[in-house]
């Protein structure tokens, strides 16, 4: 399954953690989401270990904008990677999308 990725997914170390497999700059194929935009509205409660209780955090998310388009790159899972992907990610649901290549022609995904 291929996933638009953004945010810390970008990051090869941090994919890595997460899907716990090798990650390199040349799995993720740099992608634009066109409809949508990023924004900081994914709220959670976390536990933070150096204040020793729960705080709110704000997580990066996507929203559907008309006129917005997100920049992340596209990176193909298999169904236990998005499992682990799941656990990691507070409020994730995947829906799908239709993003465009580096050579600007449409490819179906989900984010």
Not at 51 to 71: E, K, M, S, V, Y
Request: hydrophobic content about 40%; overall charge neutral.
């Amino acid at each position: 399954m291929k996933l638009f990725v953004y945010g810390s997914l970008l990051n090869p170390f941090s994919a890595e953690q997460a899907l716990r497999r090798p990650i390199t700059v040349a799995d993720l194929l740099p992608a634009r989401l066109p409809g949508y935009r990023l924004c900081w509205d994914s709220l959670h409660l976390v536990h933070v270990d150096s204040l020793g209780h729960a705080t709110l955090a704000a997580f990066l998310n996507i929203r559907p904008d008309p006129t917005g388009q997100c920049l992340g790159a596209l990176l193909e899972l298999n169904d236990e990677e998005l499992y682990r992907l799941k656990a990691r990610e507070k409020g994730y649901s995947l829906i799908p999308v239709q993003c465009q290549g580096i050579d600007t022609r449409p490819c179906a995904a989900n984010t």
